[in-house]
């Protein structure tokens, strides 16, 4: 599986391309502002073609450059129908499905906003890879993210699950289940 990560606008939100492999379709995460350049060198890097892009949430950092994406590329924006009114362009509703070759599982996590979603994915080499938004970062969780929830997932995923946050570095839930200092006493 092919992942590609990279922040974008004032707010270093984390934009992801996701594909089985090289040279085919993928899924872009959270297209946020300022994705126009890192987005057409690492389409061109990869040889990648959008099929789909896919919101975490509504929020202007996860979907400023969407309507665009979508127009130059004629494909939707997969949003949670929560946050539909979040969100000026047109959309679609996020369903789990597959979108180019990959089975997204779609867990609903309101909180951050109505409509925070949570992507889960298992790739072909055995890994499994959680793609939380807003909802959980390495030592953090969201502002409004509900612990429950969060416990929730964390209970729900492998220690091994790679956490792709929507702002600062990777993780995995191992990680957060022992150390993260906003889930203490949540039985995480």
Avoid: K, W
Avoid at 75 to 80: A, I
Avoid at 142 to 156: F, H, I, K, N, Y
Avoid at 165 to 182: D, L, Q, S, V
């Amino acid at each position: 599986m092919l992942v590609v990560g990279f922040g974008s606008g004032p707010l270093q939100a984390n934009c992801y391309l996701l594909a089985e492999a090289a040279g085919g379709p993928c899924v872009v995460v959270d297209p946020g502002p300022e994705v126009a350049a890192p987005l057409t060198a690492a389409l061109g890097e990869h040889r990648l073609v959008p099929a789909a892009l896919v919101a975490t949430h509504g929020h202007p950092d996860h979907v400023a450059s969407a309507a665009s994406l979508s127009a130059e590329h004629g494909v939707p924006l997969h949003l949670h129908p929560g946050d539909a009114e979040l969100y000026d362009g047109d959309s679609v509703p996020l369903e789990a499905g597959i979108f180019a070759g990959l089975a997204i599982d779609v867990r609903h996590l309101p909180g951050h906003t109505p409509g925070s979603v949570v992507l889960g994915l298992g790739t072909a080499e055995g890994g499994r890879l959680a793609l939380t938004g807003d909802t959980l970062f390495a030592g953090s969780v969201g502002r409004g993210a509900d612990p429950a929830a969060v416990r929730t997932l964390l209970e729900s995923l492998p220690d091994d699950t790679v956490v792709l946050p929507g702002h600062g570095p990777a993780t995995t839930i191992g990680r957060e289940r022992a150390g993260n200092p906003f889930l203490a006493g949540t039985g995480a």
